[in-house]
């Protein structure tokens, strides 16, 4: 089966680009809506890192997400697209001055704060605008999630949040400053998690550490759990949304919130992954000595996930019905490692067809350099048509 396209509004436009299908991402969203909507104590926050089409952010802001950043320029674009300062969250090991104060500007809900020394640099910026900045710790659960090493963030051995034993001092040494205020911890573990054990280890281990917390007398108010959860890559067209009900299950079940606390979410590559399509063309089918490359238009300056994680990106003929022939899918960047796809069956190639490189809505477009002195690709929404 093949998604559907408007194909005939892709035929004369300039290649390669990014096809968002809006009608899928508003899915998405009513189903996180649904699920999470059941409580009214749970937010979700999308990680704007994943996608920052400002089309794409509009929806999603307009669904009632909140937003998580990671650097200052993510949390001008969700200003920027609508995003209330109340609902943003901003993580990152390495925040620099002007990244803080403009936090501190927006009233951002929350500073998710990875060291000691990032905790004096806010309560001292803070304190220069007689304001309190909002903090919770990012604490590093050495729980391992089942996916590729560059994408595990939450083992002993990563350079993010602070270490489990220093918890207590860093949450004292919040509580002696007067321009932080101390309200919650955070966690996130990785990403493309589909093991929902992952999930459950997670919960566990924030279960002991409140345990802890709690026999010290140390109120907390917020939860957040961080993002993770994968999408299948293999097969888009049967499961475009991702398992939200065991998702969300997995911590309604086995997390202990405490009733006067907020559990937040942090999703990014299950909101907006399926909903994005690399569109490219075909340039020239071309024989090997022993198969066939079809040799398109886009590169890994467009798409970087397969030349960086050997990721896999389903990939379709939108512009053919001929038998399926096997070929190497491949751009015209001058490293090896610019290849898409090998031994894909798709239907039968010629030059000038359009090739959809599918789930390519999270970590695709954001990601796109100019290496080669190429252009960067464009990205459309279905109402752009
Ligand atoms: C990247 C990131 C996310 C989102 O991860 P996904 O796997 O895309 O859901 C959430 N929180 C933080 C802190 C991140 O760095």
């Given at each position: 089966m093949k998604g559907t396209f408007p194909t005939e509004h892709f035929e004369?436009?300039?290649?390669?680009f990014y096809y968002y299908d809006t009608a899928l991402l508003r899915e998405t969203l009513r189903t996180i809506n649904r699920e999470a909507g059941k409580h009214d104590n749970w937010h979700v926050h999308y990680a704007i890192k994943a996608n920052a089409n400002p089309k794409v952010l509009n929806i999603i802001c307009q669904a009632g997400l909140g937003a998580d950043c990671v650097s200052g320029g993510e949390i001008q674009a969700c200003v920027d697209a609508g995003f209330p300062g109340s609902k943003i969250v901003f993580a990152g090991v390495g925040k620099s001055d002007w990244e803080i104060n403009l936090g501190i500007d927006k009233n951002i809900l929350c500073f998710n704060v990875e060291s000691i020394p990032e905790l004096e640099v806010i309560n001292s910026l803070a304190a220069k605008k007689g304001k309190v900045a909002r903090v919770a710790f990012r604490i590093n659960p050495d729980v391992g999630a089942h996916t590729h090493a560059n994408i595990?963030?939450?083992?002993?051995?990563?350079?993010?949040g602070i270490a489990m034993r220093d918890m207590e001092d860093v949450i004292a040494m919040a509580a002696s400053m007067e321009n932080v205020k101390f309200t919650g911890l955070h966690f996130h573990i990785g990403s493309?998690?589909?093991?929902m054990g992952d999930f459950r280890a997670l919960c566990n281990r924030i279960n002991d550490l409140q345990d802890q917390l709690e026999r010290h007398r140390i109120r907390v108010e917020s939860i957040n759990v961080g993002g993770g959860l994968g999408v299948d890559y293999k097969h888009p067209n049967r499961?475009?949304?991702?398992d939200f009900k065991a998702y969300f299950g997995t911590f309604e079940r086995h997390l202990r919130l405490r009733p006067w606390q907020t559990l937040h979410f942090e999703l990014g590559r299950a909101v907006v992954a399926q909903m994005g399509s690399l569109i490219t063309k075909t340039l020239y089918v071309k024989q090997g000595a022993t198969k066939q490359f079809a040799i398109v238009d886009a590169g890994f300056t467009d798409l970087i996930r397969p030349a960086l994680y050997q990721a896999y990106h389903k990939i379709e003929n939108i512009s053919s019905e001929e038998p399926c022939e096997t070929y190497d899918v491949v751009g015209?960047?001058?490293?090896?490692?610019?290849?898409?796809?090998?031994?894909a069956d798709l239907n039968k190639v010629h030059r000038g067809d359009l090739l959809a490189i599918r789930s390519?809505?999270?970590?695709g477009e954001i990601m796109a350099s100019r290496y080669n002195c190429r252009k960067m690709p464009q990205g459309f929404i279905t109402e752009d048509f």
């Open positions: 004369g436009r300039e290649t390669p595990t963030t939450g083992l002993a051995e990563n350079k993010f493309q998690i589909l093991d499961l475009p949304l991702p015209p960047i001058c490293e090896s490692s610019d290849v898409f796809v090998k031994a390519a809505g999270a970590y």
